[in-house]
């Protein structure tokens, strides 16, 4: 739920952040990815790091680092029928809780979501689990949310990992 501030701003409850993350969820869930990809402002980023405590995208490799542009060459891909990765597609089900909002030092209009998630992906008779802490840095814009930076922690992010294409 928002709730307006006398200043004008525009806060996002527990309940609302939930709610939020839960349909985040359920648009990857359904492979709804160009859905998933307008939940993002013009210059959202998406950060998978590949490190413990990675301080930066810039300064080592990354599982995923994907602004709107990457966002939408991947979506591309998965949606091409021809994707061996992705042939058959994943069927996934992704899990969030332990949810907390704090006000964003960014000012007016943003906040910051944490939560755990666990996404849980089958394909070709094997079931993959993936684990970690998410940081969603969200700007109300036009009376909605929107994601300005989604960052995922993968507990086993310094693991070897087999082709991932589909989003976390």
């Known amino acids: 739920m928002n709730m307006p501030r006398p200043d004008g701003a525009v806060l996002l409850d527990r309940a609302g952040a939930e709610e939020f993350l839960i349909q985040e969820t359920r648009l990857l869930d ?10 993002f402002t013009e210059d959202g980023v998406y950060w998978v790091p590949a490190a413990p405590d990675q ?6 490799a990354s599982l995923f680092f994907d602004d709107r542009e990457l966002m939408r060459t991947r979506i591309d891909r998965l949606e091409h029928p021809l994707i061996h990765v992705q042939t058959p597609p994943s069927r996934t089900v992704h899990f969030v809780t332990n949810v907390t909002v ?67």
């Open 30 to 39: 359904e492979r709804r990815f160009r859905e998933w990809m307008g939940l």
């Open 55 to 60: 301080k930066s995208p810039h300064d080592q």
């Open 102 to 168: 704090e006000p964003s030092a960014g000012g007016r209009g943003e906040v910051v979501v944490l939560s755990s998630v666990m996404m849980v992906e089958y394909r070709l008779d094997h079931q993959r689990t993936f684990a970690g802490r998410q940081r969603h840095r969200l700007l109300h814009e036009h009376s909605t949310w929107r994601i300005a930076e989604k960052r995922v922690d993968l507990v086993n992010c310094d693991s070897a990992f087999e082709a991932m294409a589909v989003p976390i």
